[in-house]
């Protein structure tokens, strides 16, 4: 079982930018980050490969990069023009068992606490 603890939400205006990061203990063969807002289904918003290669969701698109250490013991999502429709919890995820590192929620064995991100207009 993986640990992952997030951190570095908080509030920021519109146009601003928030870096996130993921404590990550144990071995992983794809670390992702997703989001979930109020009344919403959770979304996915990066997957990365133990290459380094990264899927992102059509809207996180030139706007957030994901990122790790080369230990891949941390895992980072650097976000910037934020709008107030990224609002969400965002949530670390992993998965060990090398199955495709995708952006689908069903393959990630665990999960962080989620860290929140607020963005005002």
Known sequence: QVQLVESGGGSVQAGGSLKLSCAVSGFTSCLAWFR??????????????????????????????????????????????????DTAMYYCAADWRFRV??????????????????VSS
């Open 36 to 85: 979930q807002a109020p009344g919403k289904e959770r979304e996915a918003v990066a997957a990365i490969t133990r290459g380094g290669s990264t899927t992102y969701a059509d809207f996180a698109k030139g706007r957030f990069t994901g990122s790790t250490d080369n230990a891949r013991k941390t895992l980072f999502l650097q976000m910037n023009s934020l709008k107030p429709e």
């Open 101 to 118: 590192c995708s952006l689908v929620p069903g393959t990630f064995d665990d999960w962080g606490q989620g860290t929140q991100v607020t």
